[in-house]
């Protein structure tokens, strides 16, 4: 069984910084993108920020020049840099991967982990 398991939500104050991190585990044949999304109380859950296993980069206008992500494909695991963090940012942060496992190696399909809340407050 494959699962994703997401670490480093907190609170802080407005212009400091959180590190999330997500590592995938499990019968993994190969994963594709892995993302970050969020979701605040009576939003929808959107699209924070994306990477490809080549390395290119997708972001939110509202976090672009503030979050970073980078993975480490060795690892399987998928980071989001947070800087400059606004109250706005406050939302559960959900981590994504389009992946395939090692028994339906032909069956790509999205996989989620169970979230990880991040609240900007002073």
């Known amino acids: 069984q494959v699962q994703l398991v997401e670490s480093g939500g907190g609170l802080v104050q407005p212009g400091g910084s959180l590190r999330l991190s997500c590592a995938a585990s499990?019968?993994?044949?190969?994963?594709?993108?892995m993302g970050w999304y969020r979701q605040a109380p009576g939003k929808q859950r959107e699209l924070v920020a994306a990477?490809?296993?080549?390395?290119?980069?997708n972001y939110a206008d509202s976090v672009k020049g503030r979050f970073t992500i980078s993975r480490d494909n060795a690892k399987n695991t998928v980071y989001l840099q947070m800087n400059s963090l606004k109250p706005e940012d406050t939302a559960v942060y959900y981590c994504?991967?389009?992946?395939?496992?090692?028994?339906?190696?032909?069956?790509?399909?999205?996989?989620w982990g169970q979230g990880t809340q991040v609240t900007v407050s002073s």
């Open positions: 994504n991967a389009v992946m395939t496992d090692a028994i339906r190696p032909w069956d790509e399909y999205d996989l």
């Open positions: 990477i490809t296993s080549g390395g290119s980069t």
């Open positions: 499990g019968s993994i044949f190969s994963i594709n993108a």
